[in-house]
C-alpha cells in the first residue's frame, strides 16, 4: 500500500489526545449518601468493571474513526507494483482517427468506441490530474497539457482523417511532450487497431520513462474490396485519340467476393465497365477505355460499390488534352519543307519559323517543341537558354547539319547530360528497330513487323560515348542509334545523328514514323504531371509560365480554396501543396480565376489492408508496454483503467469506516449507561 501525500501522516500524533484524555479520566465526582454501606463493595467492583470495559471501547472507536481520517486525507492506494510515481500525474492519449478506424465493432464505430475509452479514462483519472492528446493530425492545439473538462471537449470533437497511422511519430512525440512536464507520475494510452507494419513497433523504442498502455481495438467483421491504384498508359494524351486506364482492384478480406461491379465516369457521364468475383487476398487488373472527343481537362473517376471501409472504393484521375501546340523551328536561313508539312497536317501543331541569327529567347518558353533544323554552328548563348527550357519541361527535337561544327555539337550535348558524336562519316545503315516502350511511339502502330517502312541512311555521325541516362528510340541494325532521348531535368533532348537531307537520310519519306514523331514530341512536351496525387502529402505541382509578373496560383475545389506556396527552379515556376486539401475529389489550379490545370486527389491506401497486429503479438513487439484487451472490460473498463493507473484507492473506505467508529461511540455512549 502506498500513499499519495504521505505528509498528512504526521497527523496520527493526534490519537495522543484521546489516550491522554482516557488516562486522567478527567471527571467531576458527586457525593452519594448512602444509609447502608454494607453491600457497596461487591456492587462497586462490578460497576467498575463494566464502565473500563466501556471505556476503552469508546476510546478505541474514537482512535480508530480519527486514524481513518487522518488516512483518508493521506489518500492511501493499493497498487500490483511495488512503487507508485507520486505528485502531479500527466496522462497523455494517442487515438488513431485514420479511415481504418471507420470499421465496425458491435454496430458501433471503432472510433467512437476509442472515444468513449478516452472518455472513461478521463473520468476514472483524479481532478488534479494533467492531460494531452495526440490524432493522426497532429493538431498543434492538442499537444499542451490540459484539464478534464478541456480533454473532453477536444475528445469529443475528434472525427476521422484521411492521415495514417504513423505510430513512429505519434509515439515519440507523445513521449517528448509527456517529459517536458518534469513530472515523474508520466503515462500514456495509445487507441488504435494496429493496422500498421510491425517495424514501426519495433523501430519506435518506448521511453521507460513514461508508462504505456496499448489498447488494440478490435473491429467484428474484417472484409474490404480496394481500388489500389490507376494509372495511364500512355503519358501522352491526344485529341481524337483512344484513353488507356489500369485499374488494380484487391479484395483484402478473408472472404469471396461476388459480382463486384467496376463503373467509370468522366464529362459528366457515368459507364459501366466490368463485373468479376474477386477470392480473398486476390488482386485483378482491368483495363479502362474511351475517345477523347474534344481538347480540355479530363476528370476520371473510377468506382466500386463496398462495404463498410468505403474510403477506398474510388480513385480519381484527371489529366489534360491539349488543343493548340506551337512548334517552334530554328534554321539557318531555309526551313525544310519536309518539317514545315510534318508540323502543318496536324490541326493541333501550330508552327513557327525563326532564323537562328534572329532569335526572341524570351519567347522560347511560349513553344511545346524546339526543332534545331540543320545549324552549322550552335553558340554559347543558344546553347545555354536551350538548356534552361528544355530543364524547365521543354522538348528539342536536334537535327544535325552534315557540315555542322563537331565541337559545339558536343558542347551542346554535353550541357544537357548528352553523349559524345564522333566526325560525320559516309556509311550505309538502316535502322532496324523502333522502340514502342517510348513516349513518342506507344500506341503509334498496330503492329510493329515487317510493314513498317524504316528509315535506311547514308551517312551519319557516330558515338563515341552515351550518356548514362540516354534512351535509344531508333537504332540500327547494329545497335547504333538512329534517334535518341535524353531526360534533363523536367524536359527531354532528342537527337538524329543523320540530317533530314535526302541524301543522307529517307526519313521524311516515312510520313508513317516522322509525322507522328513530330506531333508526339510536342504533345508530350512540359514537366510531366502525375495523373493523380496523394491527400496529405506534398505535393509540388509544375503550372506553365506566365505573362503577369508577380501571378498569383489558387487550388479550389471540394469547397476548399487554397493559396500554395510558390517556388522557381530551371527558371519554372512550381507550387507546392503542404496542407489546406483534406478530402478527395477534384480541384483546379487557376490564375486571375483562369483555369490552368486539373488535379486529382486520392486518400492513402495504407489503411486499406485488413491486417492487423494481434494483442499476443504486440505484447512481443512492445514488451515494456502493457497492454489492454478493451473487449475484456466492456462493462467497468474505467474503473480497470483507474487501478492500473492509479491503484484501488481506499480514501472513500477510510471515510466510510471512519463514519461507522463514530456511529459506534455513539451508540456506546447512549446505550451503555452503566
Request: glycine content about 6%; charged content about 20%; some cysteine.
Amino acid at each position: 500500500m502506498h500513499f499519495l501525500y504521505p505528509s498528512f501522516l504526521w497527523a496520527l500524533g493526534l490519537l495522543a489526545i484521546p489516550i491522554i484524555i482516557h488516562l486522567f479520566h478527567f471527571r467531576r465526582f458527586r457525593k452519594v449518601y448512602f444509609s447502608n454501606v454494607a453491600l457497596l463493595d461487591e456492587i462497586k467492583e462490578e460497576v467498575s468493571a463494566r464502565s473500563r470495559l466501556k471505556n476503552l471501547l469508546v476510546l478505541l472507536a474514537r482512535l480508530l474513526a480519527l486514524a481513518l481520517l487522518v488516512l483518508a486525507f493521506a489518500q492511501p492506494v493499493l497498487t500490483e507494483d511495488e512503487q507508485i510515481a507520486t505528485g502531479v500525474a500527466h496522462l497523455g492519449i494517442i487515438i488513431d482517427n485514420s479511415f481504418s478506424m471507420t470499421a465496425e465493432s458491435d454496430d458501433v464505430l471503432l472510433l467512437e468506441r476509442a472515444k468513449n475509452r478516452a472518455r472513461q479514462i478521463i473520468d476514472a483519472a483524479p481532478d488534479n490530474q494533467r492531460f494531452t492528446l495526440l490524432t493522426n493530425d497532429m493538431e498543434a492545439r492538442h499537444q499542451f497539457f490540459l484539464d478534464k473538462d478541456q480533454i473532453s471537449q477536444y475528445v469529443d470533437d475528434i472525427k476521422v482523417s484521411p492521415v495514417p497511422l504513423d505510430w513512429t511519430v505519434l509515439s515519440s512525440k507523445m513521449t517528448r511532450t509527456l517529459l517536458s512536464s518534469g513530472s515523474d507520475n508520466l503515462s500514456a494510452f495509445a487507441m488504435t487497431d494496429w493496422g500498421i507494419d510491425e517495424e514501426q513497433i519495433e523501430s519506435s523504442a518506448l521511453d521507460s520513462s513514461v508508462q504505456w498502455y496499448l489498447v488494440p481495438m478490435q473491429a467484428v467483421q474484417e472484409s474490404n474490396v480496394s481500388i489500389d491504384t490507376a494509372w495511364l498508359i500512355s503519358p501522352i494524351q491526344a485529341k481524337g485519340e483512344d484513353v488507356e486506364i489500369l485499374v488494380r482492384i484487391t479484395n483484402r478480406g478473408e472472404q469471396d467476393r461476388e459480382n463486384i461491379r467496376l463503373r467509370v465516369e468522366y464529362l459528366g457521364q457515368a459507364k459501366p465497365v466490368s463485373t468479376f468475383d474477386l477470392p480473398a487476398g486476390a488482386s485483378i487488373t482491368d483495363t479502362v477505355s474511351f475517345r477523347t472527343a474534344e481538347a480540355g481537362i479530363y476528370d476520371v473517376l473510377l468506382q466500386i460499390t463496398d462495404y463498410p471501409v468505403q474510403f477506398d472504393d474510388r480513385f480519381h484521375l484527371s489529366f489534360s488534352v491539349p488543343d493548340q501546340l506551337s512548334v517552334l523551328v530554328l534554321h539557318d536561313g531555309q526551313t525544310d519543307k519536309y518539317v514545315r508539312a510534318a508540323i502543318e497536317s496536324s490541326s493541333i501543331l501550330s508552327p513557327s519559323f525563326q532564323s537562328v541569327n534572329n532569335i526572341s529567347y524570351s519567347s522560347l518558353a511560349d513553344h511545346a517543341l524546339i526543332i534545331m533544323q540543320g545549324l552549322d554552328a550552335i553558340s554559347t548563348g543558344l546553347s545555354s537558354e536551350l538548356k534552361s527550357y528544355i530543364g524547365s519541361g521543354g522538348h528539342v527535337l536536334f537535327i544535325p547539319s552534315a557540315s555542322g561544327n563537331l565541337e559545339q555539337y558536343n558542347s551542346f550535348l554535353a550541357s544537357v547530360g548528352g553523349g559524345r558524336w564522333e566526325p560525320f562519316r559516309a556509311n550505309e545503315m538502316e535502322v532496324a528497330r523502333v522502340n514502342t516502350q517510348e513516349a513518342i511511339f506507344s500506341n503509334v502502330f498496330l503492329r510493329t513487323g515487317r510493314n513498317i517502312n524504316l528509315p535506311r541512311v547514308q551517312a551519319h555521325f557516330g558515338e563515341s560515348r552515351k550518356a548514362r541516362g540516354q534512351r535509344s528510340v531508333m537504332s540500327y541494325r547494329d545497335g547504333g542509334t538512329y534517334l535518341s532521348r535524353t531526360p534533363y531535368e523536367e524536359g527531354n533532348l532528342f537527337a538524329l545523328t543523320s540530317p533530314l537531307d535526302k541524301r543522307y537520310s529517307d526519313l521524311v519519306a516515312n510520313a508513317e514514323i516522322f509525322v507522328p514523331m513530330i506531333y508526339r514530341m510536342a504533345v508530350s512536351s512540359g514537366a510531366e504531371q502525375p495523373s493523380s496525387y496523394t491527400v496529405a502529402r506534398s505535393a509540388v505541382i509544375s503550372v506553365p509560365p506566365s505573362t503577369s509578373k508577380d501571378p498569383v496560383y489558387k487550388l479550389r475545389g471540394q469547397g476548399t480554396e487554397v493559396i500554395p506556396r510558390s517556388t522557381r527552379a530551371s527558371g519554372r515556376l512550381r507550387l507546392v501543396v503542404d496542407e489546406g486539401l483534406e478530402k478527395d475529389g477534384f480541384y483546379r489550379v487557376l490564375q486571375a480565376d483562369e483555369e490552368i490545370s486539373g488535379l486529382a486527389y486520392n486518400y492513402d491506401r495504407a489503411e486499406s489492408s485488413m491486417i492487423r497486429i494481434s494483442a499476443d503479438r504486440l505484447a512481443n513487439l512492445a514488451p515494456d508496454a502493457e497492454i489492454i484487451q478493451e473487449r475484456d472490460y466492456r462493462a467497468d473498463f474505467g474503473q480497470v483503467i483507474a487501478d492500473r493507473t492509479t491503484g484501488k484507492v481506499l480514501w472513500k473506505w477510510c471515510i466510510i469506516f471512519a463514519i461507522i467508529f463514530l456511529l459506534l461511540e455513539s451508540i456506546l455512549l447512549r446505550i451503555w449507561k452503566k
